[in-house]
């Protein structure tokens, strides 16, 4: 079993910038790969950005590939996701996911990852 809290949502005018945060609990945090999913409202969830355990294999959606940045601190036991240069289409709530099934590949698919967040809402003003 793993719990997943993210934090670090908020309201940012394009340009600016926010870090959310994944704290999780359970089974060991550097044992799995994390991702961050995000769904804005009538959208399906997509992916955004995935992250292996160590943090050396990073993959990204070519939406956000430049801007935003995937990292990990295993002695904290959380993942982060830095998002630079935010565009009113990245609003969304942004979820965070664990893939208990991989250490070192990381995924874009939805089905890959066993345990979710409950999401963080992040509003980009234009």
């Known amino acids: 079993q793993v719990q997943l809290v993210e934090s670090g949502g908020g309201l940012v005018q394009a340009g600016g910038s926010l870090r959310l945060s994944c704290a999780a609990s359970?089974?060991?945090?550097?044992?799995?790969?994390m991702g961050w999913f995000r769904q804005a409202p009538g959208k399906e969830r997509e992916f955004v950005a995935a992250?292996?355990?160590?943090?050396?294999?990073?993959y990204y959606a070519d939406s956000v590939k430049g801007r935003f940045t995937i990292s990990r601190d295993n002695a904290k036991n959380t993942a982060y996701l830095q998002m630079n240069s935010l565009k009113p289409e990245d609003t969304a709530v942004y979820y965070c996911a664990a893939d208990l099934r991989s250490s070192w590949f990381v995924s874009p698919r939805l089905d890959s990852y066993d345990y979710w967040g409950q999401g963080t809402q992040v509003t980009v003003s234009s």
């Open positions: 359970g089974r060991t945090f550097s044992s799995y790969a």
């Open positions: 992250i292996n355990w160590s943090g050396g294999n990073t």
